[in-house]
């Protein structure tokens, strides 16, 4: 059980800092909706209904990437989900964001501008030295309590996550609570039959060190995704090339290099590679191609191919528990998404524990009519909830944890 207090332990009639995770995928610069709004709205309408002043603070991308972008779209999606207007400041903690937050009423919302445009939020740090950060000491006298929702972003060391508990009195919201019990009780879960776990998405870095850290608690891994193609390289294969503007692959492979040979030195057995991927042919149709044919990096690859789906279906369909952390390729884009919907539907057609994780990865169930109910667990977190399934502590649930502690 969790050791923290949740909102049902805040008092009456408070100034709230609610830390939510709107991270969302990005297309022509707009945030698109996805079940991370749906959920967090609900902890946002409780607080609001309950004559709160409420004020949220969400990040969105990585400084330098495309998904890096302002948060104003999420505040007009979160409005509809709410079902209350959720007012936004283009600021984090400056005199603008100040003066609208001192000029909230019982009951009104506001959000703030992205985290991650505050130079205190993203190093990672202990504790103390992000509750000493100009960011949290300027914005915590405005408030009486913090509330963290953002499990899914909780295996973080921001400031924003695990600054402000030192500084004010903590509470876990809904999506905390609930997404950190299913979590946590998957990770103590047994298993009388062998267990897959479907890799992929773009956080090669995460998932790398978690596949490591699993070692036989996970009989087999299936392979895609960015993950998929640097496993590829190491095998001796010419893939993992970066499209203009994006640096997913050198870059991870450069910091995973070795952790990824040693990988697949020790468990090669138990990882399955794609047999073949899929490309933009000259026509802009999808056309594939076997691994074993490509002999030169000049091509990105954005899905796993049909003999791969092939090959990995039956291995999910005697399984007794599959987990997805992160979609097998660009799934948004239909042309690229038969790697990511044959696994998930596979997956639906068993009776096997399974747990489908990640902000984006997620949005695929519903983007391409596959029923929530046939997973066991949908989960909106994606790092977060792999690091549960290793036992690694949280950061963010730790500081959660001491605060209840002094409360
Ligand atoms: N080969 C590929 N090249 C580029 N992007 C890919 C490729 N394969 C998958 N993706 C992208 O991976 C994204 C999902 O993975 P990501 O690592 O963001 O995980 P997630 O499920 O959202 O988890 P988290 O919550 O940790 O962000 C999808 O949006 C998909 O477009
Ligand atoms: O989408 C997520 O998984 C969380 O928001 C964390 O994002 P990050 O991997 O960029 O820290």
Request: a negative charge.
């Amino acid at each position: 059980m969790p050791t923290f207090d949740t909102i049902d332990d805040l008092p009456a009639d408070k100034r709230v800092l609610v830390r939510l995770d709107l991270n969302s995928p990005i297309e022509d610069g707009a945030p698109q909706d996805n079940r991370r709004f749906e959920r967090h709205a609900e902890t946002v309408r409780e607080l609001a209904d309950a004559g709160h002043r409420v004020v949220l603070m969400a990040h969105q991308g990585r400084p330098g990437r495309d998904d890096f972008t302002s948060l104003s779209g999420h505040a007009d999606i979160l409005t509809d989900h709410v079902g209350r207007e959720v007012g936004f400041v283009a600021d984090t903690y400056g005199d603008e964001a100040l003066d609208a937050v001192d000029a909230l009423d019982a009951g009104e919302v506001l959000l703030l501008e992205n985290t991650r445009m505050c130079d205190d939020e993203l190093p990672e740090e202990s504790p103390e030295e992000k509750a000493e950060t100009e960011f949290v000491r300027t914005l915590a006298p405005h408030f009486d309590a913090y509330v963290n929702d953002a499990y899914s972003a909780a295996h973080r060391k921001h400031a924003s996550l695990v600054g402000f508990p030192l500084a004010l009195p903590a509470y876990a919201g809904r999506v905390m609570e609930t997404e950190y019990e299913a979590n946590t009780a998957i990770a103590t879960r047994e298993f009388d039959g062998p267990v897959t776990m479907v890799v992929g998405g773009t956080k090669a870095t995460d998932v790398i060190g978690v596949m490591d850290a699993l070692d036989d608690r996970v009989d087999r891994f299936l392979l895609g995704g960015v993950a998929g193609e640097l496993f590829l390289r190491a095998a001796g294969h010419p893939v993992g090339r970066d499209v203009a503007g994006l640096d997913l692959f050198d870059e991870q492979w450069e910091a995973n290099r070795e952790l990824i040979e040693s990988v697949l030195d020790e468990r090669g057995d138990a990882i399955r590679l794609a047999s073949d991927l899929a490309y933009e042919g000259p026509e802009g149709e999808r056309a594939e191609v076997a691994v074993d044919d490509i002999d030169e990096k000049e091509t990105g690859y954005l899905d796993v191919g049909s003999a791969t789906v092939a090959d990995y279906e039956p291995a999910i369909r005697d399984s007794d528990a599959v987990f997805v952390k992160g979609a097998l390729g660009v799934f948004e884009d239909e042309r690229f998404a038969d790697g990511t919907v044959g696994v998930l539907e596979a997956i639906a057609e068993t009776d096997c524990f399974s747990v489908v994780g990640g902000g984006d990865t997620s949005r695929a169930i519903e983007m391409y009519g596959l029923r929530e109910d046939d997973f066991s667990h949908v989960s909106i977190a994606g790092g977060a909830y792999i690091r549960a399934l290793t036992g690694e502590p949280l950061p963010a649930v730790e500081v959660l944890e001491a605060a209840a502690e002094r409360q």
